[in-house]
């Protein structure tokens, strides 16, 4: 499962993804939009490439980040 709680992301003055919140069970994810939507932004917070500023992740149970800066933990 994948689970996003009122995840933002920002860039200095620039907001990559803006309180976003859904969870998606396995077997099921896509991600459509226009270029600059914050798809990449979600997939590398998903992956710990980057944190969030504020919110937090999850993906299969493993928390990738409790905002800020948290160590993995097992949820």
């Known amino acids: 499962m994948i689970e996003l709680k009122n995840v933002t992301k ?8 803006d309180d976003v ?6 077997g099921e994810f896509f ?14 917070m998903l992956l710990d490439f980057t944190r969030p500023t504020s919110g937090s992740l999850s993906l299969l149970g493993w928390c990738t980040a409790d905002v800020p800066g948290h160590a993995h933990t097992r949820n």
Do not use: C, D, Q
């Open 21 to 26: 919140s859904f969870s998606v069970e396995p």
């Open 10 to 17: 920002r860039y200095e003055s620039h907001t990559a993804v």
């Open 31 to 44: 991600a459509l939009g226009p270029n600059g939507a914050g798809k990449t932004t979600i997939v590398k």
